[in-house]
C-alpha cells in the first residue's frame, strides 16, 4: 500500500490498528494529544474477551506478551444487598475468557510494539478538513499542518475528525460514575477489601451503585453510579476531597460502611466521570480517504465492550487495508459494514445494561444476567 496512514489518537484501538499495519509493511503514524505516555492516568482494570479483544491481539502477534500482563483471580465477581449482605459470587477458576489486566499497562504493550517515532506526542488536533479526492488536511494547535490519503479517527468521544462522516454528537445518557481510589487497601481499609473480594464486587440499587474492581497492588478502584442530571454534580466541587465525598456519600445514608467507605476513605479526590453516548446505530455514509474506529464511531454506555470493540476495530481494518493494497476505499467498505453491526449490538446491550443498573431490582436482574437467565 503506498498510501501512509494517519491515525489521530493512542488510545488502544489507534495502537492496534498501527501494530497491524507495521505487521504487514504498511506506513502509519500516531498523532497523539498527550504530552507523554505517562500525562495522565489510563484508568482501571479491563477484561479482554476472547471474542473480540483477545482475536485483535491475535492479529497484532501479541498474545504472548499479553498472557504476562493477566492478573489472575480478578475474573471473580460478587453481587451484594446495600447492607452488605452476600447475594451472589462466582470464584476464578481460570477457565473464564475475560482475563482482566491493567489498561495502563496494556496501552504501554502496545506502544513498546511500535517502531520509534510510530506515535508523535503533543499533537493536539485544532482543526480537520477535506481537500477533495480523499485527501484531508490536519492542523495541530501548536501550528503544525499535515495532508493525508488515509485519515482515522481514532480520538475518542469528542473525536475532531467525526465530523468529516457525521453530524452525531454525544448526548448525556443521564447517569454519571464518580471514580475513587483506596491503595494498600488489605492493610489500610481492611473491611472494604473484605467486601469487595477477589475481583469485581457490584452493589446496584434503583438508581444508585457501588460497583469496585480489585487492581494491582491490592488498590480498590471504585465506581460510584448516581443517576442524575448534570446540573446536580455542578454544585459539587471536586477539588475539596473530603466534602465531595461527603457529599456523594449521604445519597447512600444506610448502606454498609465497608461500601460507603470506598467514596469517603478514598485516597485521591474522587473523579467526576459523566457518561455520554452516540446514536445506537450510528453510522455514514462511505466518505472517501476517512474512516473512525472505537468510541469515535460507536460510543456507547458503559458494559465492558467498548475498549475491545474499539481494538477490534483496529484489528479489523488493518487487515482490511492489507487485503486491498490497491483499492483503499474497498477495504474501508469493507470494514466499515462490518463494524456498524457488531457495534449496534454492543450499544444496546449497553443501553439494556444501563436501564437494568439504574431500574427497579437491578441487583437480581444483575444476578439473572450473570446465571445467563436474564
Not at 452525531?168 to 473484605?194: C, I, N
Request: glycine share 10%; aromatic share 6%; net charge negative.
Amino acid at each position: 500500500m503506498k498510501t501512509s496512514v494517519t491515525i489521530i489518537g493512542a488510545g488502544l484501538g489507534g495502537l492496534v490498528l498501527a501494530r497491524v499495519l507495521h505487521l504487514h509493511g504498511i506506513a502509519a503514524t500516531v498523532y497523539e494529544a498527550d504530552a507523554c505516555a505517562t500525562s495522565r492516568a489510563q484508568g482501571g482494570m479491563l477484561d479482554i474477551h476472547d471474542y473480540n479483544g483477545q482475536l485483535a491481539l491475535q492479529a497484532a502477534d501479541l498474545m504472548e506478551q499479553f498472557h504476562g500482563l493477566i492478573l489472575e483471580g480478578r475474573q471473580a465477581m460478587r453481587v451484594l444487598d446495600r447492607d452488605g449482605t452476600l447475594l451472589f459470587e462466582e470464584s476464578d477458576d481460570g477457565s473464564g475468557g475475560r482475563p482482566e489486566v491493567q489498561r495502563g499497562e496494556l496501552r504501554q504493550m502496545l506502544l513498546d510494539s511500535l517502531p520509534a517515532g510510530s506515535v508523535q506526542w503533543n499533537h493536539r488536533v485544532s482543526k480537520v478538513e477535506a481537500l477533495g479526492n480523499g485527501r484531508h488536511a490536519v492542523a495541530f494547535a501548536h501550528g503544525a499542518t499535515l495532508e493525508t490519503g488515509l485519515l482515522v479517527g481514532a480520538d475518542g468521544a469528542w473525536s475532531r475528525v467525526r465530523p468529516l462522516l457525521s453530524s452525531a454528537t454525544p448526548g448525556y445518557v443521564g447517569t454519571s460514575y464518580v471514580e475513587t481510589w483506596l491503595h494498600d487497601a488489605r492493610v489500610r481499609h481492611p473491611a472494604s477489601a473484605q467486601i469487595v473480594g477477589a475481583g469485581q464486587m457490584f452493589a446496584p440499587a434503583q438508581g444508585n451503585a457501588i460497583m469496585a474492581h480489585r487492581e494491582r497492588g491490592e488498590t480498590l478502584h471504585a465506581y460510584v453510579m448516581l443517576a442524575r442530571p448534570l446540573a446536580w454534580f455542578a454544585d459539587i466541587d471536586f477539588t475539596d476531597h473530603a466534602a465531595a465525598g461527603a457529599r456523594i456519600a449521604r445519597q447512600f445514608d444506610g448502606w454498609a460502611p465497608a461500601l460507603t467507605a470506598l467514596v469517603t476513605d478514598s485516597d485521591t479526590a474522587p473523579l467526576l466521570r459523566p457518561l455520554y453516548a452516540l446514536p445506537i446505530e450510528h453510522r455514514w455514509e462511505r466518505v472517501p480517504g476517512v474512516t473512525l474506529l472505537g468510541d469515535a464511531a460507536h460510543l456507547a454506555a458503559p458494559n465492558g465492550e467498548g475498549a475491545n470493540l474499539a481494538m477490534l476495530d483496529g484489528a479489523e481494518l488493518g487487515l482490511a487495508l492489507a487485503a486491498h493494497p490497491d483499492d483503499a476505499e474497498a477495504a474501508l467498505g469493507r470494514y466499515e459494514q462490518a463494524m456498524f453491526a457488531r457495534s449496534a449490538q454492543a450499544a444496546m446491550e449497553g443501553d439494556n445494561m444501563h436501564r437494568l443498573l439504574t431500574g427497579e431490582h437491578a441487583a437480581a436482574k444483575l444476578i439473572a444476567m450473570f446465571k445467563g437467565e436474564g
